[in-house]
C-alpha cells in the first residue's frame, strides 16, 4: 500500500476550496473455496487494492475511488469528487460532527496465522467436514459450503490530521443443506464468522454443528407437530434473540434511516422526528438491554475505529426497554446536535462509509435457562430460524422456527414444525418478562448500501421469555 | 484488435506456457456514476472506476481464480495461481471452457453515457415530477445511476471478443405522508429516450393514491401486481433456473424438467437484449449469448447452463455462464392480451401491490416464503381502486403463485432497483388468484 500516495491526494485535495477530505486505502488479500455436494467448484485467490477520497465542498459530498495507483489518478479521483460535492447544490448545507484529529495504529492478532495454514488444509477441512456430514446415515442432497479468509489493512487520512492504520484478518465460512426424508425435505443454513486468525475452526466446531442440524432437521420431518394458532408464551433461544435485536433494535437505531438517507433501498425507521417514538420513548420492558458493540475481541463485527476515524465503543441502543442510543456517523451527528458514536463503515474501497450495526445482542439477566422454562404453561421454544423479514421502517417482523419444540408446564414435550410469530416492535419487546444469563452470538452478513455493502456482524443474546404473543 | 483485448490475449497465453490446460481471461474497465439523494436533495455523489483482469485457469480439473489490477504484477499472479492450481483439488465436475471461435453481433452499448456531464439534472427532474403529482409536501429519495463497462475476453478454448456495456437506471420512492409512498424505476442501456420524469410522476401518483393508509386484513385475495413488483417475483423464480441451484436443491424446478409448472400464459425468456441494462454478446466463458425460452406457456423447457452445467445434464450451454454458477441476464415475461386497466376490472375483491422487500424462504426445494409489500398498497372493489392499506405481508409458495397467474397485460416495463429487483426484467403487469396475506398480531 502506497501510503505516500494516500498523503498525496490529501494535499491535492486541500489545494481545493473545500470544508473537509478523507482519503481511506483499502487494499484486500481474500481466498475463498466454493464446494456443492462434496466437490470442490473453484478456488479464488486475490488481491483487491483501491484508494479513496470523500469532499465535502459547499455542503455537498463528492466520492471518487480508483484501483491506480498512481499520482496521475489520485489527482483525477480528487478533482471528480470535488466537482461532484458542488454538484449537489443543497439547500441545506451538509456538515460533520467535530472532532478532534487522531493519530493510531491498530491490529488485530491471529493465534493460528492464516497464510501460515496451507491450500490443502483449507481445503481438506471442507472435503473431510461434507464426508462426515454424509456418513451420518441421512439423505443430504443439497448441500453447498463456502469459506473465506481476508487480510485487511487500511490507511486513513483526514484534513482534520487524523492518521489511521489497520490490519484485519477475519475468516468465514457458509453451509446450506437439505435434509430429505420420506419425500419431505428441510433446509437449513449456517453462518460462521471471526475477527482473527484460524483459531476460528477450533472455536466453531463447523462439523459438529452441520451434523447436529441435519439430525435436527430430520427428526423435524420426521417428528414435529403442527401448532394450533392462539396466544401462548415464546422462549426465544440465543439465535432468535440475536436476529430480532438486528431486526427490529439495530436497524431502526440507524441515524441516516431516521434521518430519511436510506428512503429508498433500505428504508426509514418506526422512529422518526416529532413521530411516537424517540429517544426516551418506551419501547419494550425493563428487561430489554439492547447494546451494539464493536469492541467484541474475535467478534465477526470487531473494530477499534471506524472508517471516518472515530473510536469505536459500545452503543446502548435500548437500555431498559428505553430508546436510548442511535447509531451515529458525523454527518447524522451533526443534524441531530450530537457526537458520533464510531458507527461508520465501508466494505471496500470504492464504497462510501455509511452508518452500520457492528455487534447487536441482547444483554444477559439474571434467570437460569431452566428458570425461563419453569413458569411456562403453554408455549413455543423456538431455538433457532428459518425465514424471517421486517417491514422497512423495521415495525412489522416475522419469524419461523426452524428448530422448535411445545412447551407444556415448564418442560419441554415434542417438536414443532415451522411455528411462526409476526408481530410489531413494541408487542415483542414489551412482551419480555425474563431473560437469561449466557449471551451466544452469530455471524451474519447485514446488507444495507447501494451498491449493496453486505458487512460482517454479531448477532446474539441470551433466551429471552416473551409473554402472551400469538403464534401459528 | 484493441491492446487492452492484446493484454488480456497475453495473460491467457502465459497461463498456457506454465502449463494450464485452460485459461480464461476477463478485462473489464468500468466507469461508475451515481447521485443518491434524500428528502428532495442531493446527498452524496459517487465515482468508482475499476480496472482488473479475472483470470480462471483449469489444470487437471482444478478450477482456480484470481483478479489482476492494471495488468500489474501479471507474472508474478499466474505464477501464484498455477501454483494454486498445483495444490488445489480435481473438480470432475469441471467438463471444459467453452470451445470454438465465434462472431459476435455488435455491441449496442450507449458511450455517451460515460459523458454525462450533470446527472444531479436527472434527479431534479425526477423530484420535481413527484412534487407536481403528489403536491409540495412530497418527501422523496433514491439514486441515479450511470455505468459503462468496456469487457474484453479471451479464452485458450478459442473465444476472443470486446464487448462494451451501458447501463442508466433512476429509482425513486415519494412519500406524501409517513407511511403513504409510490416508488418507481426509469431503467435503459442508454439515455436515448431516458425520461427520469416518468419515474418521478409514476412514484407520485402511487403516493397520492396511497395516503390515510388502513391496516390491511389477512386472507386469500386475487392480487394485481405492478411491473417492479413482477420485477421482485422474476427475480425469485430466475434464480432457481440456474442449473446450480437445481443441483444444491435451491430451486422448486427441481426434476421438473419438461413438466407444467405454471399457468399456460406464463412464457419467461432469458434475454440479454439491447434495451437492457444487463446486455452483453457474450457471456463468461465467451459463448455467445443467446434467447432462451425457460418457461413455454407454463412448461419448464430448460435450465440455464454454462458449459460443465450443460454437460451434467445432458444438453448445450444456454450461454449463461458463471464460471461456477449460471446466472440468468435480463428475465422478460411475454406480454399478455389485454391492458392493466383492463386486468384491474377483472378484480372483485383484491389488492394491487406496487413494490415488495425482504423475500426470505422457510424452503426453496418447496418454495414457501414470505415478503412484505410496501410503497402504495391498494384495495380493489368490483374493479377500482377504493382504499389504500398498509402493514401486511404476503406468505405464500413460489411455485404455487406461478401456477395462480390468471391474467398479464399488454404493457411492459424494464425495471430493475436494488437488490429487490434483479436482475433486470421486462414485466408486465400479472394478475394472481388466491395469494396469501397475512399481518403482525
Not at chain 2, 386486468?343 to 426453496?364: A, D, I, M, P, S
Request: neutral net charge; charged residues 25%; hydrophobic residues 35%.
Amino acid at each position: 500500500m502506497d501510503k505516500d500516495l494516500v498523503d498525496f491526494a490529501l494535499s491535492y485535495a486541500m489545494s481545493k476550496g473545500i470544508e473537509y477530505a478523507e482519503v481511506r486505502a483499502h487494499s484486500e488479500k481474500s481466498e475463498r473455496l466454493a464446494m456443492k455436494n462434496g466437490v470442490l467448484d473453484a478456488f479464488s485467490s486475490a488481491v483487491d487494492s483501491g484508494f479513496c477520497v470523500r469532499i465535502l465542498a459547499d455542503g455537498g459530498i463528492g466520492f471518487a475511488s480508483t484501483n491506480r495507483w498512481t499520482r496521475k489518478e489520485a489527482k483525477s479521483i480528487v478533482e471528480i469528487a470535488y466537482k461532484l460535492a458542488k454538484m449537489a447544490k443543497r439547500k441545506y448545507k451538509i456538515t460533520f460532527a467535530k472532532e478532534k484529529g487522531v493519530k493510531a495504529s491498530w491490529k488485530v492478532e491471529e493465534k493460528r496465522k492464516i497464510e501460515d495454514i496451507s491450500i490443502e488444509t483449507r481445503i481438506a477441512t471442507f472435503i473431510e467436514m461434507d464426508k462426515e456430514l454424509t456418513s451420518q446415515g441421512i439423505s443430504i442432497p443439497g448441500r453447498m459450503f463456502s469459506s473465506g479468509t481476508s487480510l485487511t489493512e487500511k490507511y486513513f487520512v483526514n484534513t482534520e490530521d487524523s492518521v489511521i492504520s489497520s490490519y484485519v484478518p477475519r475468516v468465514s465460512a457458509y453451509g446450506f443443506i437439505t435434509v430429505v426424508e420420506s419425500g419431505k425435505s428441510e433446509q437449513a443454513y449456517k453462518q460462521f464468522g471471526f475477527t482473527g486468525g484460524w483459531e476460528a475452526l477450533e472455536e466453531w466446531g463447523l462439523v459438529e454443528q452441520m451434523i447436529n442440524e441435519a439430525k435436527m432437521l430430520q427428526s423435524v420431518i420426521k417428528e414435529a407437530r403442527a401448532l394450533t394458532p392462539g396466544k401462548m408464551d415464546l422462549v426465544c433461544g440465543p439465535e432468535v434473540t440475536g436476529i430480532a435485536a438486528h431486526e427490529s433494535c439495530g436497524h431502526p437505531m440507524e441515524a441516516d434511516r431516521i434521518l430519511g438517507r436510506e428512503m429508498s433501498q433500505a428504508g426509514t425507521s418506526f422512529i422518526y422526528p416529532q413521530g411516537p417514538f424517540w429517544l426516551g420513548t418506551k419501547i419494550g420492558s425493563s428487561k430489554v438491554n439492547v447494546v451494539d458493540d464493536p469492541t467484541i475481541k474475535s467478534s465477526y463485527g470487531y473494530y477499534e475505529y471506524d472508517d471516518e476515524g472515530i473510536k469505536a465503543r459500545p452503543r446502548y441502543l435500548y437500555k431498559k426497554g428505553v430508546i436510548n442510543e442511535f447509531l451515529q456517523n458525523r454527518e447524522s451527528a451533526s443534524k441531530l446536535g450530537t457526537r458520533s458514536n464510531g458507527s461508520s463503515r465501508s466494505t471496500s474501497y470504492d464504497r462510501e462509509a455509511i452508518v452500520r450495526m457492528a455487534n447487536t445482542y441482547v444483554q444477559p439477566d439474571d434467570f437460569g435457562e431452566e428458570e425461563i422454562f419453569e413458569d411456562v404453561k403453554h408455549g413455543i421454544y423456538m431455538k433457532s430460524f428459518t425465514e424471517w423479514n421486517i417491514d422497512d421502517k423495521r415495525f412489522n417482523q416475522r419469524y419461523v422456527g426452524r428448530e422448535a419444540y411445545w412447551i407444556e408446564n415448564g418442560e419441554l414435550k415434542h417438536r414443532i414444525a415451522r411455528p411462526i410469530v409476526e408481530t410489531t416492535t413494541p408487542i415483542f419487546w414489551s412482551a419480555v418478562d425474563a431473560v437469561s444469563k449466557r449471551v451466544e452470538y452469530d455471524a451474519a452478513t447485514c446488507g444495507k448500501g447501494d451498491p449493496e455493502q453486505g458487512i460482517p456482524v454479531y448477532t446474539g443474546g441470551p433466551m429471552m421469555r416473551i409473554r402472551g404473543v400469538y403464534m401459528k | 484488435m484493441s491492446e487492452i483485448l492484446a493484454k488480456t490475449e497475453s495473460v491467457v497465453k502465459k497461463g498456457k506456457a506454465l502449463g494450464a490446460d485452460e485459461v480464461l481471461a476477463k478485462t473489464v474497465f468500468s466507469r461508475n456514476r451515481q447521485v443518491r439523494f434524500s428528502n428532495n436533495q442531493i446527498d452524496t455523489s459517487l465515482a468508482w472506476n475499476n480496472y482488473v483482469t479475472y483470470v480462471v485457469l483449469s489444470w487437471k480439473k482444478r478450477v482456480v481464480v484470481t483478479q489482476i489490477a492494471n495488468f500489474q504484477k501479471v507474472n508474478l499472479s499466474l505464477n501464484r495461481l498455477f501454483k494454486l492450481a498445483k495444490v488445489s483439488r480435481e473438480n470432475p465436475t469441471h467438463e471444459g471452457f467453452a470451445k470454438g471461435k465465434f462472431d459476435y453481433r455488435k455491441s449496442v452499448a450507449d458511450r455517451t453515457v460515460d459523458s454525462l456531464e450533470n446527472p444531479a439534472e436527472y434527479v431534479f427532474e425526477a423530484v420535481e415530477a413527484a412534487k407536481k403529482m403528489a403536491g409540495p409536501e412530497t418527501n422523496t429519495g433514491g439514486i441515479f445511476l450511470t455505468s459503462v463497462s468496456d469487457v474484453y475476453q479471451v479464452s485458450s478454448e478459442g473465444p476472443a471478443g470486446g464487448d462494451c456495456r451501458s447501463a442508466v437506471e433512476l429509482s425513486i420512492r415519494a412519500f406524501s405522508g409517513k407511511e403513504a409512498s409510490g416508488h418507481a424505476v426509469e431503467c435503459s442501456s442508454t439515455l436515448k429516450g431516458f425520461d427520469p420524469a416518468r419515474a418521478g410522476k409514476k412514484s407520485g401518483e402511487i403516493a397520492k393514491q396511497a395516503k390515510n393508509p388502513k391496516q390491511g386484513m389477512e386472507g386469500k385475495y386475487d392480487v394485481v401486481f405492478d411491473p417492479l413488483f413482477v420485477g421482485s417475483l422474476l427475480g425469485i423464480w430466475r434464480s432457481m433456473t440456474s442449473a446450480y441451484n437445481v443441483m444444491v436443491q435451491l430451486s422448486i424446478f427441481v426434476n421438473k424438467l419438461g413438466e407444467k409448472v405454471s399457468s399456460e400464459s406464463v412464457t419467461l425468456r432469458d434475454v440479454p437484449a439491447s434495451y437492457s441494462m444487463a446486455n452483453r454478446v457474450f457471456d463468461d466463458e465467451g459463448v455467445p449469448t443467446q434467447e432462451n425460452v425457460i418457461i413455454e406457456k407454463g412448461q419448464l423447457k430448460t435450465y440455464l447452463h454454462n458449459t460443465s452445467t450443460a454437460k451434467i445434464f445432458k444438453t448445450k450451454t444456454t450461454a449463461n455462464a458463471g464460471i461456477v454458477f449460471p446466472m440468468p441476464w435480463n428475465i422478460e415475461m411475454d406480454s399478455g392480451d389485454i391492458n392493466s386497466e383492463e386486468l384491474l376490472k377483472e378484480v372483485r375483491h383484491g389488492l394491487y401491490l406496487t413494490n415488495t422487500w425482504y423475500t426470505r424462504f422457510q424452503n426453496y426445494k418447496t418454495g414457501d416464503f414470505s415478503t412484505i409489500p410496501r410503497d402504495g398498497i391498494f384495495q380493489i372493489e368490483n374493479g377500482e381502486i377504493k382504499q389504500s392499506l398498509k402493514n401486511i405481508r404476503l406468505s405464500d409458495n413460489a411455485l404455487r403463485m406461478l401456477r395462480n397467474i390468471t391474467g398479464i397485460s399488454k404493457e411492459r416495463q424494464h425495471v430493475h432497483w436494488w437488490e429487490e429487483a434483479d436482475p433486470p426484467s421486462l414485466s408486465p403487469y400479472i394478475l394472481m388468484k388466491d395469494v396469501h396475506i397475512t399481518i403482525s398480531k
